[in-house]
Nanobody, 127 residues
Framework: QVQLVESGGGLVQAGDSLRLSCAAS????????MGWFRQAPGKEREFVAA????????YYADSVKGRFTISRDNAKNTVYLQMNSLKPEDTAVYYC????????????????????WGQGIQVTVSS
């Protein structure tokens, strides 16, 4: 049974930092694209960041570029999201996602490209 488990969320003030982790179990994702999405109340789930299997290429939503960094440790089957200079508009439930296939997709920002999802973790940024 494949599981993605997020951790590291919480309540912080604007300008603070948080580091989210997503530990995968049940299969290895070392050759798969992995990503982070978020969903705020009343809004659709949106792309945040994605990282290719090698960890050498990463992609970001414009709203987080320069503030967030995605990385992965394939030996630990874990992906991370370092979030700096947090803003109240970053408040959302954050989801980790992974693709079953090992080939890259140029539509990495589309939630439908991902096969496995974590349960989500709350990040709240107060002003």
């Amino acid at each position: 049974q494949v599981q993605l488990v997020e951790s590291g969320g919480g309540l912080v003030q604007a300008g603070d930092s948080l580091r989210l982790s997503c530990a995968a179990s049940g299969r290895t994702f070392s050759r798969s694209l992995m990503g982070w999405f978020r969903q705020a109340p009343g809004k659709e789930r949106e792309f945040v960041a994605a990282v290719r299997s090698s960890g050498g290429s990463a992609y970001y939503a414009d709203s987080v570029k320069g503030r967030f960094t995605i990385s992965r440790d394939n030996a630990k089957n874990t992906v991370y999201l370092q979030m700096n200079s947090l803003k109240p508009e970053d408040t959302a439930v954050y989801y980790c996602a992974a693709r079953r296939n090992t080939y890259f997709t140029s539509t990495y920002y589309d939630p439908n490209e991902y096969d496995y999802w974590g349960q989500g973790i709350q990040v709240t940024v107060s002003s």
